[in-house]
Nanobody
Framework: QVQLVESGGGLVQAGGSLRLSCAAS????????MGWFCQAPGKEREFVAA????????YYADSVKGRFTISRDNAKNTVYLQMNSLKPEDAAVYYC?????????????????????????WGQGTQVTVSS
């Protein structure tokens, strides 16, 4: 069992930055791929970014490439999402999610990682608001 708790959300002006954190419980954090998703009111949940268990591979939605950076610190059981050059359309509730990393390497395709349905655990979300 993995429990995830996000933090770091808030109100920021367009062009500003935020860093989201997701703290995980349990001793097996380093065994999980981690993802960030967002959901705005009236919209479906969207993939933002993912990172493999070691931090060596990262994956991004086209809409955030060059602006957002996902990283992790396995010693602290924490995954981060650095969000720069924020736009009003980035406003949403942001969720982190954990996906068991014990499958074969070819299981972790970009298309699979961007599908929220494959993740095993989810946090409660943190609100990001961007004013124009």
């Amino acid at each position: 069992q993995v429990q995830l708790v996000e933090s770091g959300g808030g109100l920021v002006q367009a062009g500003g930055s935020l860093r989201l954190s997701c703290a995980a419980s349990g001793r097996t954090f380093s065994s999980y791929f981690m993802g960030w998703f967002c959901q705005a009111p009236g919209k479906e949940r969207e993939f933002v970014a993912a990172i493999d268990w070691s931090g060596g591979k990262t994956y991004y939605a086209d809409s955030v490439k060059g602006r957002f950076t996902i990283s992790r610190d396995n010693a602290k059981n924490t995954v981060y999402l650095q969000m720069n050059s924020l736009k009003p359309e980035d406003a949403a509730v942001y969720y982190c999610a954990a996906l068991w990393g014990g499958y074969s390497d070819d299981y972790y395709s970009y298309n699979r990682l961007r599908s929220g349905n494959v993740y095993d655990y989810w946090g409660q979300g943190t609100q990001v608001t961007v004013s124009s």
